[in-house]
């Protein structure tokens, strides 16, 4: 055997060994390229050329697939940071009490006991307040009760309805620990102020208020455990939807049923 003959299209083990490679390639690329591509979500939506681009990891303006892309970000509510808002008008909060009173106190508290499935709104942020009505007016943030009523509302009434209920002082916690005779459970507070590193929380508290405020995060002290619970389910199944970036998502999904339930005791015993 000598050196021409190795490389010849006439000797079979040469012909088999280019032939088989090229093939493996040709199969790793339509798998690596095509199939997983189009099996994973995050090229949805894309046409074919533009998910071997993505995959090939060709920034998106270059093919265009930024245009094509259904929005990731499941909320286009962009809410300035608080210390941006400037204080409302007394006209606006004066409008909102007059909504309120006639569509809303009844059940948010204000007037009478609110229902524990309705969260207290006294006192909440006003972008908090705005964004949630405007989520819940396009059907991000799905709810029977709030839909039907905030449906007809206009862009201004949801700003007023924000200024009045920002503009209340908070009301005192919905159950006290004290009254039940316990301790704030020690795991709560820690996961509360510390967050837990390997599991990728952060502290509540370092976006809820307590340490430091995101924009667009509500204030939690005060609401009913029934309602804390509530929302920490659904973020953590996925049916709450409309927290921007799944800044909330990510951290419920990680937290087991016996933390979602000692926390929303150690917020509602919060004023
Ligand atoms: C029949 C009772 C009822 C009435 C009346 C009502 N709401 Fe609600 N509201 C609820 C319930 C229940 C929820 C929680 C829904 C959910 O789980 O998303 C809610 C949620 C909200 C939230 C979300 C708060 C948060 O912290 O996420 C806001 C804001 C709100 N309502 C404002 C209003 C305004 C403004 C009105 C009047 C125009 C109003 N509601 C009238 C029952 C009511
Ligand atoms: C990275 C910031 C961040 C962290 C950390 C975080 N949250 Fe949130 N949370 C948010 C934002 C933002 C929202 C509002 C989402 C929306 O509706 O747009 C929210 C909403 C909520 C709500 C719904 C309240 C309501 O009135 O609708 C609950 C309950 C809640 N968070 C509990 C927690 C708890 C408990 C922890 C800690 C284990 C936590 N969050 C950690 C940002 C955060």
Not at 43 to 59: K, M, Q, S, T
Not at 185 to 200: T, W
Not at 226 to 243: C, E, I, S, T
Request: proline share 7%; aromatic share 8%; glycine share 8%.
């Amino acid at each position: 055997m000598n050196e021409e003959r190795v490389f010849s299209l006439r000797n079979p083990w040469f012909t088999w060994s280019v032939g088989g490679t090229i093939a493996i390639a040709i199969v790793a690329i339509l798998i690596g390229f095509v199939w997983l591509p189009s099996a994973s979500t995050a090229f949805g939506g894309l046409d074919l050329w533009a998910r071997i681009c993505g995959a090939a990891g060709v920034p998106s303006s270059w093919y265009g697939g930024d245009k094509s892309v259904p929005a990731t970000v499941p909320s286009e509510v962009v809410v300035l940071p608080p210390q941006r808002v400037t204080h409302a008008a007394a006209d606006s909060i004066g409008r909102g009490a007059t909504i309120a009173t006639q569509n809303c106190s009844m059940c948010h508290g204000v007037s009478g006991t609110p229902p524990v499935t309705a969260p207290a709104l006294a006192g909440q942020y006003a972008d908090v307040i705005y964004k949630e009505l405007r989520d819940y007016q396009s059907g991000q943030r799905l709810s029977a009760v709030m839909q039907a009523i905030i449906a007809p509302r206009s862009e201004q009434d949801l700003h007023d309805l924000a200024a009045y209920y920002a503009s209340l002082p908070r009301a005192e916690a919905t159950s006290s620990t004290s009254r039940a005779g316990a301790e704030p459970d020690a795991n709560a507070a820690r996961l509360a102020m510390q967050g837990d590193p390997e599991r990728n929380i952060a502290p509540c508290a370092a976006c809820h208020g307590q340490l430091d405020r995101k924009g667009a995060a509500p204030w939690l002290g005060g609401q009913s455990a029934v309602y804390l619970a509530a929302q920490l389910h659904a973020f953590a199944a996925g049916d709450r939807h409309n927290d921007i970036n799944e800044q909330m998502r990510n951290v419920a999904r990680q937290m087991t049923p016996e933390e979602i339930e000692s926390l929303a005791k150690y917020y509602a015993a919060m004023p």
